[in-house]
């Protein structure tokens, strides 16, 4: 049983390290949409997907609030699906930081 655990804390310590990576590559991306002015919203879409995959795994928080408030201005309908989608699935504290 003490082997399994090991293991087990092996893997997961591999998976995060690989999802801190990911979530720094998705982080730069947030950041040139943002610098760039970016629009298309079904890429956008799609990173907000794969931060929510990962926010179980790595603190996406912080990626993910900044590419929500560039949202906002974009699609508001879109911004509320992904605020809504966030707070359900990781913590409410987003929830008081955007005053519902």
Same mark, same amino acid.
């Given at each position: 049983?003490?082997?399994?655990?090991?293991?087990?804390?092996? *893997?997961l #310590? +591999?998976?995060?390290?690989?999802?801190n990576?990911?979530?720094?590559? %998705?982080? &730069?991306?947030?950041? =040139? @949409?943002?610098?760039?002015?970016?629009?298309?919203?079904?890429?956008?879409?799609?990173?907000?997907?794969?931060? *929510?995959? #990962? +926010?179980?795994?790595?603190?996406?928080?912080?990626?993910?609030?900044? %590419?929500? &408030?560039?949202?906002? =201005? @974009?699609?508001?309908?879109?911004?509320?699906?992904?605020?809504?989608?966030?707070?359900?699935?990781?913590?409410?504290?987003?929830?008081?930081?955007?005053?519902?």
């Amino acid at each position: 049983m003490e082997y399994l655990f090991d293991d087990l804390k092996g *893997l997961l #310590i +591999g998976a995060k390290k690989e999802c801190n990576k990911r979530l720094k590559s %998705l982080d &730069n991306m947030v950041n =040139n @949409i943002v610098s760039w002015d970016y629009t298309e919203t079904s890429t956008i879409e799609k990173i907000f997907d794969e931060l *929510l995959e #990962i +926010g179980m795994l790595c603190d996406v928080k912080e990626t993910y609030e900044k %590419l929500l &408030n560039y949202f906002k =201005n @974009i699609d508001y309908d879109g911004y509320e699906f992904y605020k809504n989608e966030y707070i359900s699935q990781y913590e409410s504290d987003l929830e008081e930081s955007y005053s519902l």
